[in-house]
């Protein structure tokens, strides 16, 4: 238990007197004494009593004098003086509560009433205590004016926010502290509320003693006193220069790239919203380029993730720099970005634009000790001509990016409402194409690959084709959509297993072939694509020796070290690889000295025209000679003559597919060909 009581003081010249008032407090309070006026004011420096009973006739120094010296110094006049007297003249009461006591009690007294005003007035200075005690220590600032806004009180709070001494504010009007960041409005606004209804509150933003404007919550309520006239204003307030700042994060978070620092793609919506309803009314052109990385998942796998932010940033940067300050550059997310051209004039404006973007990301992308070389492919539609609101023209501008990939990448599009038929047309196809694996209407096709030195039938592609309702579609159509929605991976397999399931059947008949399969870069992504594999392989009872994988250049570069290990893998297990399409990639011969590769397929579209083709011969004789010296096969693609034959076998090319001896066929017409025996005769 806390057993420190309240000191008082009793200040009295008659002895009886004191014993009176001490009998009946001394109970619940600890006693001070003094027997004259000077030796209260030493008790009350000395000891800080609670309350002070005050006789006020005393030799020396009376009660009245005793009193005014406590109420003019600081640290005394807060302390409450009940006066004790003789003197019942009313004019001497009346001076005694002007003087500042609290209460007057006259002779003869009677102990008890004395002790119940004590305990009153403890009561009410430990209330006082208490809201003083909440006025300093709170942490929002709180300034009290009075009615003509003139600043009473404040407490430490607004000098820690506002820097300005209680000193400096005490005596200003409120509007001292005032920022000119709100205009007359604002504050008529304000006072109307306050007069109406005696408050407001709201954000507002006043002026630091070092000039900083700053936010702040602030309510303002009037006090009426209780004749309900106002006499004051309170004011309190939290600065909010930190939310502020957080929220603004926040914010800024919400719609930016945390990557790249860039619009994100609500954002970018948004402004696109904002740009249309302008455009509209200005009667102006708005273009909206989309742009989309080419082969970027692959560079992102293969060199890491690190690497992959590395070069966003980078294309950020360029991009950037290349629209300047006359458009909005966005990142949509992953490795597409979205550019707004406000009031682009005319198509010819945007066209350059892009093309300027082309050229910018064709330069080589520097990181440690690698050069990357990274091409983007951009749609291009344009406000009011294609669509009038934000998501016709976004979808719009991804089907023309799309349509620029398809044409190899590196190159930009302009949406045509042809494109918005050519989705529905995909969107068809795709349907169909999920189906048609379903119901079984694919079929291999086998084409025949001949030696050219004994003229005989040694292996055959396997070419997939699609019996459709509307007659046969051709892969080069669906391999590229199928690649694009993953449904590659269940019709490679469907086309690896009815491949090596026929190719068994003709080796069990005493034909000795190879077959040849094309897998898709998507497929040769799939984690278990070797498992897969060796299923089918055990399933059917081919032999890996039996089995050939064709390959693209692309492949194979946009994840080499990845793609060495599976092709080595692939190769232990003695499966043959070979290259197809050489010479249509970048990649050149010696590069691909370090994969496991048994056989190059060089492009048909440099055994087209030879030899009448300068440069085809040239390049085509190039590649057969490298490609001997580092002792890879060499089939030709697409020999439709006798001149190009005869040419290639000159050159040493060992072996060729094309129409010239057949066109892929049904499995039917192959098992006759190899019954027949067919064989080129030179
Ligand atoms: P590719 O692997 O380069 O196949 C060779 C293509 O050239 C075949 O077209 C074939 O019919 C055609 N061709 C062969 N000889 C000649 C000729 O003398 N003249 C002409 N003009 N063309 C000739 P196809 O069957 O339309 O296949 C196109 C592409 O589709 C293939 O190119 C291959 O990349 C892909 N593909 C076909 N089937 C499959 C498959 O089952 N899986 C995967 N992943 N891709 C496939
Ligand atoms: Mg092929
Ligand atoms: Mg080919």
């Not at 939310?243 to 978070?253: A, F, G, N, P």
């Not at 390959?551 to 060495?564: P, R, S, Y």
Request: hydrophobic share 40%.
């Amino acid at each position: 238990m806390n057993d420190i009581k309240p000191l008082i003081l009793i200040v009295d010249d008659t002895l009886t007197n004191i014993d009176l008032l001490s009998d009946v407090l001394k109970n619940e309070y600890r006693l001070g004494i003094a027997m004259n006026g000077i030796k209260a004011l030493e008790f009350v420096n000395k000891n800080q009593p609670d309350l002070i009973l005050l006789d006020i006739m005393m030799p020396e120094m009376d009660g009245f004098e005793v009193c005014r010296r406590l109420k003019i110094d600081h640290a005394t006049r807060d302390i409450p003086v009940i006066f004790i007297t003789a003197m019942t003249d009313k004019n001497h009461v009346a001076k005694g509560f002007e003087l500042g006591g609290v209460d007057y009690v006259t002779k003869p007294f009677h102990a008890l009433e004395v002790k119940a005003r004590v305990k009153t007035h403890l009561l009410l200075k430990n209330q006082l205590a208490m809201s003083a005690r909440i006025f300093e220590s709170s942490l929002d600032g709180i300034v009290v004016s009075d009615s003509d806004t003139v600043i009473q009180m404040v407490n430490p709070a607004v000098t820690l926010i506002s820097g300005y001494s209680a000193a400096e504010l005490i005596g200003q009007k409120t509007n001292f502290l005032k920022s000119n960041r709100h205009g007359d409005e604002f504050y008529r606004k304000m006072w109307k509320s306050i007069n109406e209804t005696g408050r407001w509150s709201g954000e507002i933003w006043n002026r630091r003693k070092n000039g900083e404007i700053y936010p702040q919550w602030l309510a303002i309520s009037s006090f009426r006193d209780l004749w309900g006239k106002v006499s004051n204003y309170v004011g309190v307030f939290h600065d909010m220069t930190t939310i502020k700042r957080q929220e603004d994060e926040l914010k800024y978070q919400a719609r930016h790239d945390a990557l790249t620092s860039l619009p994100n793609r609500t954002f970018f919506q948004y402004r696109l919203q904002d740009s249309l309803t302008y455009s509209l009314r200005h009667g102006e052109m708005l273009a909206i380029l989309f742009l989309d990385l080419d082969n970027f998942k692959h560079i992102n796998d293969s060199m890491g993730h690190t690497t992959g932010d590395s070069l966003l940033q980078e294309i950020s940067q360029r991009l950037l720099f290349c629209i300047g300050e006359s458009g909005v550059v966005s990142r949509l997310g992953g490795d597409e970005f979205g550019i707004l051209l406000e009031d682009v004039g005319n198509e010819e404006n945007a066209v350059k634009t892009a093309g300027r973007i082309n050229e910018t990301m064709a330069q080589p992308f520097h990181f440690k000790t690698h050069d990357f070389f990274l091409t983007v492919s951009i749609g291009i539609t344009f406000f009011p001509n294609d669509g009038k609101d934000a998501e016709t023209l976004l979808k719009n501008g991804d089907m023309a990016m799309f349509r620029a990939k398809e044409s190899g990448g590196n190159s930009y599009q302009i949406f045509t409402s042809a494109m918005d038929k050519e989705v529905a047309r995909r969107l068809s196809l795709e349907a169909n194409l999920r189906r048609a694996i379903e119901q079984e209407e694919l079929r291999v096709f086998y084409q025949p690959k001949v030696d050219l030195q004994s003229g005989r039938i040694v292996s055959m592609e396997a070419l997939v084709r699609w019996q459709s309702e509307d007659g046969i579609v051709s892969p080069a159509e669906f391999i590229p959509l199928a690649e694009k929605t993953g449904l590659i991976i269940p019709l490679g397999k469907w086309v690896l297993r009815a491949a090596a399931l026929q190719t068994k059947k003709w080796r069990d008949e005493g034909y000795d072939l190879r077959v040849a399969v094309n897998l898709s870069p998507r497929q040769f992504q799939e984690e278990n694509l070797l498992e897969m594999i060796d299923e089918i392989l055990e399933e059917t009872g081919l032999t890996p020796q039996g089995l050939e994988l064709e390959i693209t250049e692309g492949v194979v570069m946009a994840n080499e070290e990845n793609a060495i290990d599976l092709m080595s893998k692939m190769a232990d297990k003695g499966l043959f690889l070979a290259m197809d399409d050489f010479g249509t990639g970048y990649s050149s011969l010696y590069y691909l000295k370090q994969f496991p590769i048994n056989t190059l397929k060089i492009d048909k579209s440099f055994v087209d025209n030879i030899p009448s083709d300068d440069e085809n011969v040239a390049i085509t004789s190039a590649i057969i000679s490298m490609a001997k010296s580092l002792g890879l096969e060499v089939v030709a693609e697409g020999v439709e003559t006798g001149k190009q034959l005869d040419f290639l076998r000159e050159q040493g090319c060992d072996e060729m597919q094309g129409y010239y001896f057949s066109p892929p066929v049904p499995t039917g017409d192959f098992s006759l060909m190899l019954a027949e025996n067919k064989s080129l005769s030179f």
